[in-house]
């Protein structure tokens, strides 16, 4: 099971937020998070991010990472979009 937080800012104010979680179990937890992120992707109506070495560092660091504009192969009406593990 996998809980997951999204927020999307623009200009450093939130504008949007969702928790959803993902209880389907996958063979390896990197799976999980997969399913989980593209699940949360679909709940805000965000595109799917490229996931960078940037990501796997901070995400295996601070269990939080955050997603660029320029990351994002669709236009986006945000500056970023964070997601941490609950």
């Not at 104010?13 to 593209?38: C, H, P, S, W």
């Not at 997603?67 to 192969?73: G, K, R």
């Amino acid at each position: 099971m996998v809980k997951l937080e999204g927020k999307t800012f623009k200009a450093n104010l939130m504008v949007r937020q969702a928790e959803i979680v993902y209880e389907e179990n996958k063979d390896t937890f990197v799976k999980e998070l997969e399913g989980a992120l593209v699940l949360l992707c679909h709940t805000l109506e965000v595109p799917i991010p490229l996931w960078l070495s940037k990501n796997t560092h901070e995400f295996a660091a601070f269990r939080q990472t955050i997603f660029f504009s320029d990351q994002f192969t669709e236009k986006v009406s945000f500056d970023r979009f964070q997601i941490r593990l609950r």
